[in-house]
């Protein structure tokens, strides 16, 4: 995918510009991390307790992260 990426945001910079396609894939890393966030990928972070996002999503809070990491 490097080399893709590559060969893309080069075709991007010479297309638009250097400060424009900067701009692009700024907003598209911005993007991507806020997809990642919001998906079942949180589950699997250290600390995150699932019953507590069910339990959140039915109330209408958040739910809660202890920050720890599980041992």
Do not use: C
């Amino acid at each position: 995918m490097i080399p893709l990426g590559a060969l893309l945001a080069g075709a991007l910079g010479a297309a638009l510009g250097v400060r424009d396609a900067l701009w692009i894939v700024q907003g598209i890393f911005a993007a991507s991390a806020l997809l990642l966030l919001t998906s079942r990928i949180r589950a699997g972070l250290p600390g995150y307790d699932m019953s507590a996002s069910k339990a959140a999503s039915s109330a209408g809070t958040s739910p809660t992260y202890s920050g720890g990491a599980s041992v």
